[in-house]
């Protein structure tokens, strides 16, 4: 498990997109091109709280690793890549989704994975 939970965390920071023909990282997006933007006033509120959605959300998936005997890991696993992923949906577009499949089926296996050992150990 915990290696689809790093997985997952090295695919939400090496995805890629073009913005403008100007190529650029998911982290280089998260964390250098959208805080310039908003010392520029470029971006709208909508866009600051995606913004913040995003962070939020790879805080939770940077988490996961250290919570997996946690009460909380569930909700987490569940909720942190869906903020994240929601976040460049509405802070890009739609088409940010296709840089986001290796995360997106990462944290599904690691969701299904998560089931089954559940499951297993209820038996």
């Known amino acids: ?17 073009s913005i403008n023909g100007v190529w650029s990282f998911l982290f280089q997006f998260e964390f250098i091109d959208m805080l310039n ?12 709280v995606a913004w913040i959605a995003i962070l939020i959300g ?10 997996t005997k946690n009460i909380y890991f569930k909700v987490v696993l569940l909720s942190a890549p869906l903020l994240f992923i929601l976040g460049f949906i509405a802070s ?32």
Not at 41 to 48: A, L, P
Not at 58 to 67: A, E, T
Not at 93 to 119: D, E, G, Q
Request: glycine share 6%; no cysteine.
């Open 37 to 48: 933007m908003i010392k520029m006033g470029n971006q709208s509120s909508s866009e600051v």
């Open 58 to 67: 790879h805080i939770g998936i940077i988490s996961l690793p250290f919570l």
């Open 92 to 123: 890009v577009s739609i088409l940010a989704i296709v840089f986001l499949f290796p995360l997106i089926i990462t944290w599904i296996i690691a969701v299904i994975y998560r089931n089954k050992i559940k499951r297993y150990r209820d038996e």
């Open 1 to 17: 498990m915990k290696f689809l939970l790093v997985l997952m965390i090295v695919f939400s920071f090496i995805g890629g997109f």
